[in-house]
């Protein structure tokens, strides 16, 4: 049933579009346990069940992440010119707009004033999430003062971990399929009040269920793997609002940190004619 339930959840327009048999193999589950979760929930039947997310179809926000990526790879034929690049281009843009009316700019600032709060900040991407992790602690150690890195296999995260408390804050990225990393983060944290901000696919997922603070955005791409795009967008907002609270103070912090690379000689000068 819990499974089920995740299911429904992540995909609201498979159950749109699919009949009981389908969506049951889909979600892993027997037909039964769908015909149960269905009658818990006080429908008569899985047609009733399957109407009001055919109605969600029609509306903006979270109920049509699915349903964007179905369509474009659906249509149109794979040998047109440009096809293949007008489908993925559309499918970032709906992605786009329906993570702009799904996350509340409220959300956001509370979310920047955890951080702007925090004694340490730790972030945590695995595997295919990693180079968001990585750019999330780059541009927030250009604000903050202290932000680590927990990837795992390059960092000690299982020492640095112990000495984080709820003073702290750990930002946590995972999509399905999660991360075991992440989970662990996750559910050591919750045991030892440590709070944490989950960037994840679905308000049941293994991190934001652990999470003080949970964003939901889209993941699916019109190919294998996940788009990060939402994910970046997130960031852009988190930084705005970083940089709005502190005022004159970001552009000192950041002024001097980026000095400082430049004296390290991090970056490439235009030699001088002689």
């Known amino acids: ?101 799904s996350i509340a700019s409220e959300e956001l600032k509370r979310i920047s004033a955890l951080l702007l709060g925090a004694r340490r900040v730790g972030v945590v991407g695995t595997s295919g999430v990693f180079p968001a992790a990585f750019y999330l602690r780059y541009v927030l150690s250009l604000i903050l003062e202290d932000v680590r890195l927990f990837e795992g296999r390059f960092s000690t995260f299982d020492e640095d971990l112990v000495s984080f408390n709820r003073d702290d804050i750990v930002f946590i990225i995972s999509f399905d399929p999660y991360a075991a990393d992440a989970v662990q983060i996750a ?28 964003i939901i955005v889209p993941t699916a791409s019109t190919n294998f793997y996940q788009t990060l795009v939402p994910t970046f967008s997130v960031f852009e907002g988190l930084l705005s609002n970083l940089v709005a609270e502190l005022g004159k103070e970001a552009v000192n912090r950041v002024s001097a940190k980026f000095k400082r690379k430049e004296e390290l000689g991090m970056y490439w000068k235009k030699p001088s004619r002689h």
């Not at 039947?45 to 790879?73: A, C, E, N, W």
């Not at 040998?79 to 329906?98: A, K, P, Q, Y």
């Not at 901000?197 to 991190?207: E, F, K």
């Open 187 to 214: 559910q050591y944290c919750a045991q030892h009040s440590i709070p944490v901000v989950a960037l994840t696919d679905s308000s049941v997922s293994p991190v934001a269920l652990k999470a003080k603070r949970k």
């Open 1 to 101: 049933m819990q499974k089920f339930s995740r299911f429904v959840l992540k995909e609201p327009s498979r159950i749109a579009l699919l009949p009981i048999r389908q969506v049951s193999e889909l979600a892993g589950v027997s037909t039964s346990t769908v015909v149960r979760f269905i009658n818990l929930l006080g429908f008569q039947g899985y047609q009733g069940f399957r109407d009001v997310y055919r109605v969600g179809l029609s509306l903006t926000g979270p109920s049509r992440y699915g349903v964007h990526t179905k369509r474009m790879i659906g249509s149109g034929n794979k040998d047109e010119n440009g096809d293949f690049w007008s489908r993925t281009t559309g499918n970032l843009v709906n992605h786009l707009v329906d993570t702009h009316k």
